[in-house]
């Protein structure tokens, strides 16, 4: 499994955009093919600056490529609006696709903070969850500014609402204002933006067929779901849920969650629902033994060409060594961290601290352990878990235009 790195300077996310102007020091040349196990003793202390936890090992990183290596298309209904069309261009940059490792979904940005509202059935048993925003250019693919990392804050599944937050929101995303119970009206047009069946920014429309106050139901999750709920006729389907129903006025007036067997029988928990749940205490989010999970170091050792130290941990808990902690000899070179993911003796992921400040800069993802780097994670906060993503092709193309 050969990867290869470029010999030049590497560029860091600062803030929503690149920050150009700090030329960070060359990687080496090649990155670490194998993992190492054991070789001749430390004779030195070595102890660990960069952060070692927070990383969680659900990180949807398949879907985070599925989505990177795809340009974005917008779909309507052909009788759109002049009306509709400024609606769908307003608010669909604050519409949101969710991804985790199993399921696809929407939600909506409600705050500047990057709180997003979503389903709890869509997030369900993820605490790390892809979001993704439009990108600004129309039918461009995701770039580093678009894929990001959400954190799961809280979740009912009794009205099945889901809060997700992001710690930094695209320029240009505004969010989306939550209505009142005012604007549910029987007979009134309502839209939806969503991404059903992975048609992503899909913008549809319809009716309010009738307000169910208490209404009773349960998904394929087999969960009982209790809210007040809006039953439309806008056409939805997978994809589309957690995403907004919208008001004649622009507001987000329903969370689209469900629907029925038969024509046009379409829910969404209501806006007063969705209030709400956002003032109330968080629920504690169930936590698996994996993403509880602490390093354990397992060895430490010089590595075979003798130029580094090297500590081993398990990562996850697995009873076996599965990350090496590389300091080289030469202050100059970066630290890094190779993860082996998936036991099979080679790193997928590797993580650098170029300066040797404690704060991991970057790394490289082999998303789908196909033997090479198809995704690189930003971490703008320093912590072992990036905040955003961009394609490994992307990012060469963008370091050789710097040179």
Request: charged residues 25%; contains cysteine; proline residues 6%.
């Amino acid at each position: 499994m050969n990867r290869y790195l470029l010999v030049c300077a590497l560029i860091v996310g600062t803030g929503s955009t690149l920050a150009l102007a700090e030329k960070l020091p060359a990687p080496p040349s090649s990155l670490p093919k194998e993992m190492e196990t054991q070789g001749a003793p430390l004779k030195t202390a070595l102890k660990p600056i960069a952060p070692l936890t927070g990383i969680d090992t659900d990180i949807p990183t398949t879907q985070l490529l599925e989505i990177a290596q795809q340009p974005v298309q917008e779909s309507a209904t052909s009788t759109r609006s002049a009306k509709d069309a400024e609606i769908y261009r307003t608010l669909s940059p604050s519409v949101v696709e969710v991804r985790t490792q199993d399921a696809l979904g929407s939600g909506s940005l409600v705050s500047t903070s990057g709180e997003i509202i979503t389903n709890a059935h869509v997030v369900a048993g993820s605490t790390v969850v892809a979001i993704v925003f439009k990108p600004a250019t129309e039918g461009a693919k995701p770039g580093p500014n678009d894929m990001k990392l959400g954190r799961v804050v809280k979740y009912d599944q009794v009205p099945d609402l889901a809060l997700v937050k992001v710690e930094e929101v695209p320029s240009g995303r505004t969010p989306i204002r939550l209505g009142d119970s005012s604007e549910i009206v029987i007979g009134a047009d309502v839209r939806a933006i969503g991404h059903p069946a992975g048609n992503d920014w899909s913008f549809t429309k319809g009716i309010i067929s009738q307000y169910r106050r208490g209404f009773e139901w349960a998904n394929e999750d087999q969960v009982q779901h209790k809210a007040d709920v809006i039953q439309t006729q806008t056409p939805i389907n997978p994809g589309n849920s957690g995403g907004p129903l919208i008001s004649e006025s622009g507001n987000l007036i329903g969370v689209n969650s469900s629907k029925a067997q038969g024509e046009g029988l379409n829910f969404a928990v209501s806006v007063d629902n969705v209030r709400r749940f956002l003032v109330q205490s968080a629920k504690p989010i169930p936590q698996t033994v994996k993403s509880s999970c602490e390093p354990k170091e397992m060895s430490r050792f010089r590595n075979k060409d003798n130029n580094a130290s090297v500590i081993s941990y398990d990562m996850n808990c697995s009873g076996n060594a599965n990350a090496n902690y590389i300091v080289p000899d030469r202050q100059a070179d970066a630290i890094l961290l190779a993860w082996d993911r998936n036991g099979d003796g080679q790193p997928d992921v590797v993580f650098f601290d170029f300066k040797r400040r404690g704060r991991w800069d970057l790394s490289f993802w082999d998303a789908k352990f196909e033997g090479r780097w198809t995704l690189v994670g930003y971490h703008d906060d320093g912590s072992l878990k990036p905040t955003r993503f961009e394609r490994y092709e992307d990012f060469q193309k963008r370091l050789a235009a710097q040179n």
